[in-house]
């Protein structure tokens, strides 16, 4: 069941404007690979903190695509 954190995490992405959106996966991706070299070379042992970045890059990703159909159906309508 997702927490209450979870979904002011997500409403506050929802919030951010593309540009910032898009710096946001950027660090994601930084921070997973951050966390996936540590995991491997065993200085942090918290594994859970893996998934936790990919599950909030996917947050981001999805709320780009979400965007992006939006325009797209928005100009295939206005053109009719």
């Known amino acids: 069941m997702a ?3 979870t979904k002011e995490r997500a409403d506050e992405l929802r919030h951010m404007a593309d540009d910032d ?3 946001e996966l950027h660090e994601a991706y930084r921070r997973l690979f951050t966390v ?5 070379t065993r200085q ?3 594994t859970t903190e893996k998934t936790k970045v990919a599950r909030q ?3 981001i990703r ?19």
């Open 3 to 5: 927490g209450r954190k």
């Open 21 to 23: 959106l898009a710096k």
């Open 36 to 40: 996936r070299l540590q995991i491997s």
């Open 44 to 46: 942090q042992t918290n």
């Open 57 to 59: 890059i996917a947050r």
């Open 62 to 80: 999805t709320l780009q695509r979400e965007r992006e159909l939006a325009a797209a159906y928005a100009a295939h309508t206005a053109g009719r």
